[in-house]
């Protein structure tokens, strides 16, 4: 079986373009970033805010009710947040 946990290249990563509306898979073993995040065609799929490694992506799912904002405005992310373990928040 072939199964050792790596990331499958998709082709799907940093700077392409996103094909589907919907939920992606994120693997980037440089730092830890969200596990998934919702993307919406058309836009360039975002990189890591600390380093320039591609980030790849996984498509999941499609999400059709993806949320609009008020005034037709949309979050359009351009780069991931490390997330910091929880122990940062202690005390
Ligand atoms: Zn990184």
Redesign the pocket.
């Given at each position: 079986m072939d199964s050792t946990g790596t990331a499958k290249d998709t082709g799907l990563r940093t700077s392409g373009e996103v094909p589907h509306s919907g939920i992606y898979r994120v693997s980037?073993s440089?730092?830890h970033?969200p596990s998934e995040v919702t993307l919406l065609k058309d836009q360039k799929f975002p990189r890591?805010?600390?380093?320039s490694?591609p980030?790849l992506y996984e498509f999941v799912r499609s999400a059709p009710n993806i949320p609009s904002y008020p005034g037709g405005f949309t979050v359009t992310l351009y780069e991931l947040p490390?997330l910091l373990p929880d122990d940062e928040l202690a005390g």
């Open positions: 980037h440089q730092h970033l890591c805010s600390r380093c490694e980030v490390e």
